[in-house]
């Protein structure tokens, strides 16, 4: 199995003041990041920049978690990563997104957004895990 360890950076713990600081800023850059993206990519029949910020958010998700998995990355890189894109993943928007097509009686343009976005993003999420394996492994 595998055994948890306390997040540590060079010999101390990672929990204090500074470190939720950092979190917070990876977050809100995550973010601005999102807002950046889906301001360019107007929504039309299928909004595309949500589509675009939740997939990428989750390869990038895979990716630290890949890295960190086989320590090619340290926790508070894999951390950093998470939390950028904690803020630049918006599934919450999705849901609201889905409730307006429901609402308005387009119930398969709403049932295949949710289902495309949590299928495309488990996928990307086990493609950037697994890539990152082979490709830091070769």
Request: proline letters at 2%; aromatic letters at 10%; charged letters at 10%.
């Given at each position: ?24 800023l990876a977050g809100g850059l995550g973010a601005v990041t999102r807002f ?27 990716a630290a978690a890949g890295a960190y998995s086989i320590q090619e990355i ?17 599934f919450s928007t999705l849901t609201v997104t889905a409730a307006q097509h ?37």
């Amino acid at each position: 199995g595998v055994a948890f360890r306390r997040p540590t950076f060079e010999g101390r713990r990672m929990i204090d003041g500074w470190w939720i600081a950092a979190q917070v800023l990876a977050g809100g850059l995550g973010a601005v990041t999102r807002f950046g993206i889906m301001a360019v990519v107007r929504p039309g029949a299928w909004s595309w920049g949500l589509f675009a910020v939740n997939a990428v958010g989750s390869f990038a998700v895979g990716a630290a978690a890949g890295a960190y998995s086989i320590q090619e990355i340290e926790w508070p890189v894999a951390a950093l990563v998470l939390a950028f894109s904690a803020g630049l993943t918006t599934f919450s928007t999705l849901t609201v997104t889905a409730a307006q097509h429901i609402e308005r009686r387009e119930l398969r343009v709403g049932a295949i957004l949710v289902t495309s976005h949590v299928v495309v993003g488990v996928a990307l999420a086990a493609l950037g895990y697994i890539s990152t394996d082979l490709l830091l492994l070769a």
